[in-house]
């Protein structure tokens, strides 16, 4: 995987709120198991807020900013979002780059307020142990005999990490 994400280039936009909608578009309603998107960014969403962009178009419903918007898709869905930005100082020496600063002020917080996750990390070896992180992270709820979940446990979940491959519950 690391391998394959050092030959990615960027190409300048990143429609970081309507990525996360169209991927939590791809679950089944019907699965009830563990469900997580990892994101990977290099800057914030300057798509968001950019007047006629299709995200702007399509995510854009009574001014609602991206904190709002997050919340209408992701509360409930026992969805588990995990951002990683990768040398996002670079953003800041960088002309130009306003409008991704921005999205990032935006994003960032709008991410915690969904309970997620978004980690920025500079060093390869750093987005490699964030990712193996994630990818081992285990999420799960109390359910309730008709699938339900049992309501302090809805939200939030209950969640169990393990900092070691080696490791199992």
Do not use: C
């Not at 950019?50 to 900013?65: E, F, V």
């Not at 509360?75 to 999205?103: C, P």
Request: no cysteine; aromatic share 8%.
């Amino acid at each position: 995987l690391i391998k394959k994400l050092q030959g990615l280039n960027p190409h300048g936009r990143t429609p970081l709120v309507q990525a996360l909608a169209q991927a939590a578009g791809k679950f089944s309603p019907a699965f009830r198991g563990q469900k997580s998107i990892v994101v990977l960014t290099d800057g914030g969403d300057n798509e968001f807020n950019r007047d006629g962009s299709p995200s702007y178009k399509q995510l854009h419903k009574n001014n609602a900013n991206m904190k709002k918007v997050l919340h209408d898709i992701f509360d409930g869905s026992r969805i588990q979002i995990n951002v990683v930005g990768f040398r996002l100082d670079e953003l800041l020496k960088q002309k130009d780059t306003q409008d991704e600063i921005d999205g990032y002020n935006e994003f960032k917080p709008a991410i915690a307020a969904i309970n997620g996750s978004f980690r920025d990390v500079e060093k390869p070896e750093e987005l490699a142990d964030e990712l193996k992180r994630f990818f081992l992270q285990v999420r799960f709820w109390v359910e309730k005999e008709n699938g339900d979940p049992v309501d302090e446990t809805a939200k939030e979940g209950l969640q169990v990490s393990f900092s070691d491959a080696n490791q199992r519950p």
